[in-house]
């Protein structure tokens, strides 16, 4: 069990709330890196609202806030959910601030569940496959790839390997559309990334400022 911080009348360095204090408790899978991780959620635009600190994973969130229009990711890399229980539209963060939704390619200013990201390296690894099982052309790649049709003969991604670190794949290029992330392990085909279909258009590392 871990401890988080909501405020309305947040005493912190980034603006005041107004409602009185209160912490909440949720269930987490706490770890070490976890108490050094922290991403603050603000109902409105520009930080400003009601405000909730969190510092581990939460599968609910909307028990803390009805919407989320801005956000300060102080350390850690996250993935933010649409839905509760990590489900719905995904969005990869790391360190920097988020005035409006749309800065993190936001379809809504509905965020339910949030994750943060443990399999960040400084040497990242993939391969991708033109067909299911590891089968067809692969491609192994340790850098981004704002087109995927550049470096690849099609744009379609049927499975695969995560040797290392945490990845990005972008429904269309230069990192735009339908974010899915893929951390270290197998996926035989593109469902197991929750993937509507197999089209990708870009693929970008996810990395630790």
Known sequence: MS??????????????????????SVNCNSTNMDHNAKIIFYE???????CF?????????SSHFSRCNSIRVE?????????????GYQYVLTRGEY??????????????SCRLIRTVSSSPRIRIYERADFSGQMLE????????????????????NVLDGAWVFYEHPNYRGRQYLLERGEYRRFTEW???????GSIRRVQDC
């Open 3 to 24: 401890y988080l911080y909501k405020s309305d009348i947040c005493q912190c360095q980034y603006g005041v709330c107004h409602k009185e204090k209160q912490f909440c």
């Open 44 to 50: 409105d635009r520009n930080f400003e609202g009601e």
């Open 53 to 61: 600190e969190c510092s581990s994973d939460c599968p609910e969130l």
């Open 75 to 87: 350390s850690g890399c996250w993935v933010l959910y649409e839905r509760p229980n990590y489900t």
């Open 99 to 112: 005035p409006e939704y749309h800065f993190w390619m936001g379809y809504n200013d509905s965020i339910s």
């Open 141 to 160: 790649l340790t850098d981004d790839v704002p087109l995927l049709v550049d470096r690849f003969s099609r744009r379609e991604i049927h499975s695969c």
């Open 194 to 200: 929750n993937a509507l279909h197999s089209t990708v």
